[in-house]
């Protein structure tokens, strides 16, 4: 097992990217910190892991409130004695996002304390728990959309994405010497709750489509499996880096017809 003896927080976990990798880093032997601000569904997700023989805990945490994440934090290493992996994996796509003239000072303000300050505040309690572990690994999801304009207005998802890239490889260089890595996890377009409820049209979707050579959404679970390579010693010798986990997208100027 790739994880075994391995301790993890894994942010939005209680649904799509966030539950497909809880599932997976406790069936390759981690003790999972679910974390969430769905208690419902997060609970459900540690029962599953718990069923299945696996160890876990639910912590309820809003990544944009500092405490929240101390607590997560501290939650971690009481309950299962350290930290050695943080996934810091939640996020928003608010439906109110659009063009710059267009998208409310409220969405943008909201995107940027989930999607950007909720990574700072999850690194930043994270940090001294790695370092008291030995190391470790931090993976923060960034987007496709860090590295090129989206086909559909979304300029706050966009501006927050391109930051945590940013702030991933700045904090790569810093605790490099203390066995500390730092990668930045891009997914493409997904076929998630999160993404659908924004192209929530068929129009929306193909435009969307026709731009990714392999012309289908990607499914949560493959984006698992890139964060599990980061987060194990698979990739002991990455960080400041950007894993691209996008059918394409990114590669692609002329798609096929």
Same mark, same amino acid.
């Given at each position: 097992?790739?994880?075994?003896?391995?301790?993890?927080?894994?942010?939005?976990?209680?649904?799509?990217? @966030?539950?497909?990798?809880?599932?997976?880093?406790?069936?390759?032997?981690?003790?999972?910190?679910?974390?969430?601000?769905?208690?419902? %569904? /997060?609970?459900?997700?540690? +029962?599953?892991?718990?069923?299945?023989?696996?160890?876990?805990?639910?912590?309820?945490? +809003?990544?944009?409130?500092? !405490? +929240?994440?101390?607590?997560?934090?501290?939650?971690?290493?009481?309950?299962? @004695?350290?930290?050695?992996?943080?996934?810091?994996?939640?996020?928003?796509?608010?439906?109110?996002? +659009?063009?710059?003239?267009?998208?409310?000072?409220?969405?943008?303000?909201?995107?940027?304390?989930?999607?950007?300050?909720?990574?700072?505040? @999850?690194?930043?309690? #994270?940090?001294?728990?790695?370092?008291? #572990?030995?190391? /470790?690994?931090?993976?923060?999801?960034?987007?496709?959309?860090?590295?090129?304009?989206?086909?559909?207005? %979304?300029? !706050?998802?966009?501006?927050?994405?391109?930051?945590?890239?940013?702030?991933?490889? &700045?904090?790569?260089?810093?605790?490099?010497?203390?066995?500390?890595?730092?990668?930045?996890?891009?997914? @493409?377009?997904?076929?998630?709750?999160?993404?659908?409820?924004?192209?929530?049209? &068929?129009?929306?979707? %193909?435009?969307?489509?026709?731009?990714?050579?392999? /012309?289908?959404?990607?499914?949560? &679970? &493959?984006? !698992?499996?890139?964060?599990?390579?980061?987060?194990?010693?698979?990739?002991?010798?990455?960080?400041?880096?950007?894993?691209?986990?996008?059918?394409?997208?990114?590669?692609?100027?002329?798609?096929?017809?």
């Amino acid at each position: 097992m790739r994880l075994e003896n391995k301790v993890a927080i894994i942010t939005g976990g209680a649904s799509g990217i @966030g539950k497909a990798a809880c599932l997976l880093f406790a069936k390759e032997g981690a003790s999972v910190v679910v974390t969430d601000v769905d208690e419902k %569904q /997060g609970l459900e997700v540690v +029962d599953t892991i718990r069923n299945a023989g696996g160890k876990s805990i639910f912590v309820k945490a +809003d990544v944009s409130k500092a !405490a +929240d994440c101390e607590r997560m934090v501290k939650a971690a290493e009481e309950t299962f @004695g350290c930290l050695n992996i943080i996934f810091n994996n939640a996020g928003i796509m608010d439906s109110g996002d +659009d063009n710059a003239e267009t998208t409310s000072e409220e969405t943008w303000d909201r995107t940027m304390n989930i999607n950007v300050k909720g990574v700072w505040l @999850g690194c930043k309690y #994270a940090l001294p728990a790695l370092r008291r #572990a030995g190391g /470790g690994s931090i993976i923060n999801v960034a987007s496709f959309v860090a590295k090129l304009g989206a086909a559909t207005a %979304q300029v !706050a998802y966009t501006a927050s994405k391109g930051a945590v890239l940013s702030f991933t490889r &700045e904090l790569a260089v810093i605790h490099a010497r203390e066995n500390i890595r730092v990668n930045a996890l891009s997914p @493409g377009p997904l076929r998630t709750e999160l993404l659908m409820k924004f192209l929530n049209t &068929e129009e929306k979707k %193909q435009r969307r489509l026709v731009h990714i050579p392999m /012309g289908r959404f990607g499914e949560a &679970e &493959e984006i !698992a499996k890139a964060a599990l390579f980061l987060a194990s010693d698979d990739s002991s010798y990455m960080t400041g880096s950007e894993l691209l986990v996008d059918g394409g997208i990114t590669a692609a100027y002329v798609t096929p017809e």
